[in-house]
């Protein structure tokens, strides 16, 4: 009975999230005084870099995360529960190969520390205990086996039930970026080729897949191509190299998340589209945020679209930069949680100090909805080389958490910048997941778990068949930073009905 009213009290403070949005208007504090509150890293977990799965081929993990909220408990010795952890397209430093794609279920226990306290002396990296229970391929709507290769050329042709889709060598060709995990056990998946949404049963079958609007479409000679420019063994590289409009190549619809009351779900592109900037790294920022109405999850419903400005930073020689977005967590169909950083900085690379790695609130309440418009076809840019149409006002972002704050990590013996050690962050930190401190005098408090995807380096890999080492002697853990954040839900705030 106590773990019924657990998940009861869960839900119904889930649903509190759906009044966020009056109080972004504002800035960080709304007109009633209630405010977004990082109280800091109380938790941080590890598995190691050479951690083999069921099937003996190497673990990596954390492009996407889903926390099991029913499961979740809390007892005198912490908390304990699972949640599933989403790995991209395998090892590919020297191009993709033919891994099968896969998700992990990953059991925790967190002991967290007190906000603000200091880890116990030898105990630094603790608080979170991460452990590979189960691995679970995912396979096409033919139970076939899917691929992370690069689809150079191949498009599997649309039927009544699908869309294009990306193919190579035969097999459905996925680069799995993002997990939703619903109450049923189906779960949608997001991934960079197509960019599409996959829905899969709760055994990895697809389901049906959803393809975005034609503005996001890869396109090269005027037909669908769903290449990256990272081909297979003995492939050729795609003719251009990059698409002429639509995703950026390996810039899909990286962060994906459904609304607590599990009416919408919103997926975001992980930069802006090569028609809107997305040909340059200095004039990527205008993203997109599409919004689908999930109430029939086998037949999503694009009812919203907005345009997301990216995070703007200029680097160590002075250049602008744009952080490319990684994740996102739901709160609203207003209001998100949105994770951006900048790349060729951490542990396993040469670079070793990350300038930008940053959650911040996403407000859609105040920009345009271009749903249906022009901007949703190839041809009409939202954002011709980068500058937004005067026509459109973007999404407003305010900043919540900098996980590279110095102070923060400290406290657990991790640093951003040299020494480039297995304590220094490493590069990729792509998966967000919210789950409840469980605690009524604190029932807008949360803990939010952000994970780092390792690319599978390692020096004791085995995949497809043969074993490798990472270049430059790369040996990059799996590793979990744990949060714990006040979300208001700013109950009986009468603005919050409006």
């Known amino acids: 009975?106590?773990?019924?009213?657990?998940?009861?009290?869960?839900?119904?403070?889930?649903?509190?999230?759906?009044?966020?949005?009056?109080?972004?208007?504002?800035?960080?504090?709304?007109?009633?005084?209630?405010?977004?509150?990082?109280?800091?890293?109380?938790?941080?977990?590890?598995?190691?870099?050479?951690?083999?799965?069921?099937?003996?081929?190497?673990?990596?993990?954390?492009?996407?995360?889903?926390?099991?909220?029913?499961?979740?408990?809390?007892?005198?010795?912490?908390?304990?529960?699972?949640?599933?952890?989403?790995?991209?397209?395998?090892?590919?430093?020297?191009?993709?190969?033919?891994?099968?794609?896969?998700?992990?279920?990953?059991?925790?226990?967190?002991?967290?520390?007190?906000?603000?306290?200091?880890?116990?002396?030898?105990?630094?990296?603790?608080?979170?205990?991460?452990?590979?229970?189960?691995?679970?391929?995912?396979?096409?709507?033919?139970?076939?086996?899917?691929?992370?290769?690069?689809?150079?050329?191949?498009?599997?042709?649309a039927t009544d039930e699908m869309p294009v889709l990306p193919e190579a060598n035969g097999k459905l060709a996925l680069d799995n970026e993002a997990i939703v995990r619903l109450p049923d056990g189906t779960m949608f998946i997001s991934d960079e080729y197509g960019p599409n949404i996959y829905r899969f049963s709760a055994d990895g079958h697809l389901l049906s897949a959803t393809q975005p609007p034609a503005a996001l479409v890869p396109m090269r000679h005027g037909a669908p191509n769903f290449a990256s420019d990272n081909p297979g063994p003995g492939a050729a590289e795609p003719d251009p190299k990059d698409p002429e409009t639509g995703r950026q190549n390996n810039q899909g619809l990286e962060g994906m998340a459904l609304t607590p009351d599990g009416k919408f779900l919103i997926a975001v592109l992980q930069s802006a589209p090569r028609q809107d900037g997305g040909d340059s790294p200095a004039t990527r920022q205008n993203t997109r945020a599409l919004v689908y109405d999930a109430s029939d999850p086998a037949h999503l419903k694009l009812a919203h679209e907005y345009v997301v400005p990216l995070p703007v930073f200029t680097d160590a020689k002075g250049k602008t930069k744009v952080a490319a977005q990684s994740e996102i967590v739901a709160l609203s169909e207003k209001t998100f949680l949105m994770l951006a950083r900048d790349s060729g900085n951490g542990q396993g690379l040469k670079g070793d100090t990350s300038l930008h790695r940053e959650i911040a609130v996403v407000d859609l309440s105040g920009a345009t909805d271009i749903v249906g418009s022009g901007f949703d076809a190839a041809d009409k840019p939202v954002a011709p080389k980068g500058v937004l149409d005067p026509s459109v006002t973007p999404a407003k972002l305010m900043p919540f958490i900098d996980i590279n704050d110095k102070g923060e990590l400290a406290r657990f013996g991790l640093h951003n910048g040299a020494p480039n050690d297995r304590d220094n962050l490493s590069e990729k930190w792509e998966a967000m997941s919210v789950v409840s401190v469980l605690d009524p005098k604190l029932p807008d408090d949360y803990f939010l778990f952000v994970a780092n995807d390792n690319d599978f380096l390692t020096q004791d890999g085995f995949q497809v068949g043969a074993p490798y080492k990472a270049e430059d002697g790369a040996d990059v853990d799996t590793m979990f930073l744990v949060y714990q954040v006040t979300l208001p839900g700013l109950s009986g705030n009468t603005l919050a009905a409006k």
């Open 1 to 157: 009975m106590k773990h019924l009213n657990r998940t009861a009290a869960l839900g119904a403070a889930l649903a509190l999230f759906t009044a966020l949005t009056p109080a972004l208007a504002a800035g960080s504090r709304g007109a009633v005084g209630v405010a977004f509150v990082n109280k800091g890293l109380v938790g941080v977990g590890r598995i190691p870099a050479g951690q083999k799965d069921k099937f003996g081929e190497t673990f990596g993990s954390g492009s996407g995360m889903s926390i099991d909220a029913a499961g979740w408990t809390h007892g005198a010795d912490g908390y304990k529960g699972s949640l599933w952890l989403l790995p991209d397209r395998g090892y590919n430093v020297g191009g993709t190969t033919d891994y099968r794609p896969r998700l992990n279920t990953i059991a925790i226990e967190l002991a967290p520390t007190a906000p603000g306290a200091a880890a116990a002396a030898g105990q630094e990296q603790s608080g979170l205990k991460a452990t590979l229970a189960d691995t679970m391929l995912l396979t096409d709507d033919k139970n076939a086996d899917a691929t992370g290769l690069d689809p150079l050329n191949g498009v599997r042709a």
